[in-house]
């Protein structure tokens, strides 16, 4: 079974606009974290958000938050306010906590964004 | 403070040839991950270092295998290249998971292999 499940292959949004990500996540273990990187064409993997499994809080770094729903397994990310440099592909992973998961990511097959000016 | 550096960026390989890749982590940083990333598997874990001891190991077969240096300094290394092993190498280092959930993995530029 996927462990990070992202059902949008592909979003367009306008610039300036808010836009949502969408992102669900499978578990057994009671303590992870979830991260979201975003990957320009370039290649790098650029770190944007983190939430862990007990936070009480949704995570916000700038135009980007989290919106955790704990109970239905979810974990999408909200970027405000759109810019054209927001064009990227979009992943989500989960680090579980179990002894033998280290400091092992999982992804999710990634949702490409594009921003229209 | 200097990023994760990956060399080379570009590598064009032979069938059956052999591949070494790089990984410099973030100061300080003793763990080192590797991916492999391809338009059709997505992003997979190759494996995890810490102290110079593989911790963790992906589902990939043993021609597939890595090391680190006593300076945290890793290297991964494919041998009897294979047309599917084409792909973008992804390392990334981080604080060791018990210093704190929330430290993230910062990841390189990669090395794109290309397999002829």
């Known amino acids: 079974a996927q462990k990070i499940t992202q059902t949008q292959p592909g979003m367009f949004v306008q610039e300036k606009e808010a836009v949502t990500l969408d992102c669900t996540y499978d578990?057994?273990?009671?303590?992870?974290?979830l991260f979201w990187y975003k990957q320009p064409s370039s290649g790098e993997m650029i770190f944007l958000i983190y939430q862990g499994s007990y936070d009480q809080q949704n995570a916000t770094e700038g135009r980007y938050s989290l919106n955790f729903q704990k109970a239905r397994k979810s974990a999408n990310l909200v970027i405000s306010a759109s810019q054209l440099g927001d064009s990227a592909m979009y992943f989500c992973?989960?680090?579980?906590?179990?002894?033998?998961?280290?400091?092992?990511?999982?992804f999710g097959g990634g949702t490409r964004l594009m921003v229209k000016p | 403070k200097a990023g994760v550096t990956q060399t080379p960026r570009y590598l064009i390989k032979t069938r059956g040839q052999q591949v070494t890749l790089s990984c410099s982590p973030i100061s300080g940083h003793r763990s080192v991950s590797w991916y492999q990333q391809t338009p059709g598997q997505g992003l997979q874990f190759l494996f995890e270092?810490?102290?110079?001891?593989?911790?963790n190991k992906g589902n990939f077969p043993g021609r597939f295998s890595g090391r680190q240096f006593s300076n945290s300094r890793s290297e991964m290394n494919v041998s009897t290249l294979e047309l599917g092993d084409s792909a973008l190498y992804l390392c990334a280092s981080s604080l060791p998971r018990g210093t704190g959930g929330r430290s993230p993995l910062h990841f390189g530029n990669g090395t794109r292999l290309t397999v002829t």
């Open positions: 270092y810490f102290s110079e001891t593989q911790r």
């Open positions: 992973a989960m680090r579980e906590s179990n002894n033998n998961a280290g400091n092992m990511l999982t």
């Open positions: 578990t057994s273990d009671p303590s992870y974290g």
